[in-house]
């Protein structure tokens, strides 16, 4: 089974950019789903992106299109989240996931069996 590290949070000012990581190892990523959520405090866990096993389709949530992107590094068996325009409501802690459900939706919790332990990325205004 593939375990997952999620890194690259922090703080930054709205309008910046920031960079997430998700480092896999145990088994090629590529074999799965991938997928970005986030948790803001007293929230749901929500969808943020996802990308296919071949990184043939990417899938966003409405309030980060146009300004989020979802990738993959089969090298080096990782995904990312370049996050630019960043907004105060962006807050929250980042999960990268993984999941080998075919059947399941991109966007729902459910298709995604592994997960990591989350990155806090914090958007003052």
């Known amino acids: 089974q593939v375990q997952l590290a999620e890194s690259g949070g922090g703080l930054v000012q709205a309008g910046g950019s920031l960079r997430l990581s998700c480092a896999a190892s145990?088994?090629?990523?590529?074999?799965?789903?991938s997928a970005w959520f986030r948790q803001a405090p007293e929230k749901e866990r929500e969808f943020v992106a996802a990308?296919?096993?071949?990184?043939?389709?990417?899938y966003y949530a409405d309030s980060v299109k146009g300004r989020f992107t979802i990738s993959r590094d089969h090298a080096k068996n990782a995904l990312y989240l370049q996050m630019n325009s960043v907004k105060p409501e962006d807050t929250a802690v980042y999960y990268c996931?993984?999941?080998?459900?075919?059947?399941?939706?991109?966007?729902?919790?459910?298709?995604?069996?592994?997960w990591g332990q989350g990155t806090q990325v914090t958007v003052s205004s």
């Open positions: 145990g088994r090629t990523l590529s074999s799965y789903r």
């Open positions: 996931a993984a999941g080998e459900d075919a059947s399941g939706s991109y966007y729902d919790t459910r298709t995604y069996d592994r």
């Open positions: 990308i296919s096993w071949l990184a043939t389709s990417t």
